[in-house]
């Protein structure tokens, strides 16, 4: 498996030939953090794609729908063989939430991932 690199804005990486692809466990975090960034109904050539954050953040939201969702994407991902943990860390202050995972994929096991959303 081969993606294109992303900055840390998020956006694709250019001008550094090969170095600008990620490959085997890397692209699979790449595509897992992607896809948890991603809303559902979104994207117009699969509107599956994505996770429904609208609908899990509707009062009253709960964060075991939540879990749900987020363990769903993952294990749907290319490459993602099983979900360990899945753990969500709130902060009321900020607004934001950060997702904490451990999967094991296809080239190595016991990957490890937090991201905030």
């Known amino acids: 498996m081969r993606v294109r690199r992303l900055d840390t804005k998020g956006d694709w990486t250019f001008g550094q030939s090969r ?3 990620a490959t085997e466990s890397e692209a699979i975090a790449q595509n897992v953090i992607t ?4 809303f559902q ?3 117009f050539l699969n509107l599956d794609h994505g ?12 964060q075991t729908r939540l879990k749900q969702s987020i363990k769903k994407s993952v294990i749907e991902t290319a490459g993602v063989t099983v979900v360990t943990s899945t753990e969500l860390l709130f902060d009321e202050d900020t607004r934001k939430v950060t997702v904490y995972i451990t999967y094991d ?6 990957n490890q991932l937090s991201s905030p959303l």
């Open 19 to 21: 170095a600008n692809y």
């Open 35 to 38: 896809r948890l960034r991603s």
């Open 41 to 43: 109904g979104d994207w």
């Open 51 to 62: 996770l429904p954050w609208f609908q899990n953040l509707e009062k009253p939201a709960s």
């Open 105 to 110: 994929d296809i080239y190595t096991q016991n």
